[in-house]
């Protein structure tokens, strides 16, 4: 399947792109991702987008475009997620004219929604390791040793963006950014409306059964079983919270 997940800060995109590349083996490609993680290194990309990010603004269309099309590979039969791209209306457009030069057109624009008082209560209660970004909540989905990371022992981070302030500010920009963004799909008519509210597992399975009814999965009892031996501790520990 080919998707871009769309939703506010806090939606789950992040939580929900882990999983489908656990479970069903679809690569993903997270645009908040690949700046820490050069912000990290402090790499010339890194400089470039540092003081957008820690301050809660969008990279500048043409960066952030630039970056994407180098990354984006559409050789894999599994298709792919993208987690935080496109933002912007000219964002989507510059995707969808490398996707057609590629003939690989996207499957579908998949829009999670959540109120906003959970969202603010999800992006203030996240924690993020600092070695290999893998996410957590306090409460929601609290690591098993307190502060470490149950993949790697990395030290738990607050991310910067993630203080009030800046949250209240990437949730503003997110109203002004997003009805231009979902018009534009509306229009294209491949956008589809995920009541992102609930457990991670809840929401993987609402997402799962959209893309089994529009046939966007390859094979995926096959993959669903095969990967389920396969887990990661997170995945692991996300389904013991969910059959809990
Ligand atoms: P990015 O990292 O993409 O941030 P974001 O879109 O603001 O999204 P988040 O990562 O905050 O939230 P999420 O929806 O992924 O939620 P998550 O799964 O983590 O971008 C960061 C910055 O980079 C931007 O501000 C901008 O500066 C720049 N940038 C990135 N892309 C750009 C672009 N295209 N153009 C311009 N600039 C760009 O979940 C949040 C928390 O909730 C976690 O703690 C998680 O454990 C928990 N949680 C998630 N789902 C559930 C659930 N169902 N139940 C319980 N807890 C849950």
């Avoid at 806090?10 to 690949?34: D, F």
């Avoid at 987690?83 to 624009?109: C, I, K, M, S, Y």
């Avoid at 409460?139 to 949250?167: F, H, S, V």
């Avoid at 534009?184 to 991670?200: A, D, E, M, P, T």
Wanted: proline content about 6%.
């Amino acid at each position: 399947m080919r998707i871009v997940l769309l939703g506010p800060p806090g939606a789950g995109k992040g939580s929900l792109a882990s999983l489908y590349h656990q479970r069903l083996g679809v690569p993903h490609l997270s645009t908040g991702e690949i700046f820490r993680h050069e912000i990290a290194r402090d790499s010339r990309l890194g400089q470039r987008v540092k003081r957008y990010v820690t301050n809660g603004r969008l990279v500048p269309d043409a960066l952030v475009v630039e970056v994407m099309a180098s990354r984006l590979t559409t050789g894999s039969r599994r298709g792919f997620v993208l987690d935080g791209f496109p933002r912007t209306r000219e964002q989507a457009d510059r995707l969808d004219r490398v996707l057609e030069h590629r003939r690989q057109p996207l499957d579908g624009a998949v829009y999670l929604t959540s109120p906003e008082s959970l969202l603010v209560q999800r992006l203030s209660g996240r924690r993020v390791c600092e070695r290999c970004g893998e996410n957590y909540h306090v409460r929601r989905m609290p690591p098993k040793r307190p502060g470490r990371c149950d993949r790697c022992r990395g030290r738990l981070i607050t991310r910067k963006d993630d203080e009030p302030a800046t949250i209240r500010k990437r949730l503003a920009i997110d109203h002004r950014t997003a009805t231009p963004l979902l018009h534009y799909y509306k229009r294209r008519g491949i956008l589809y409306r995920v009541n992102g509210s609930g457990h991670v597992n809840t929401v993987f399975v609402r997402t799962l059964k959209l893309f089994r009814r529009n046939g966007w999965l390859h094979d995926p009892t096959t993959s669903l079983s095969r990967r389920r031996n396969q887990r990661s501790p997170r995945s692991r520990r996300i389904s013991r919270i969910a059959a809990a």
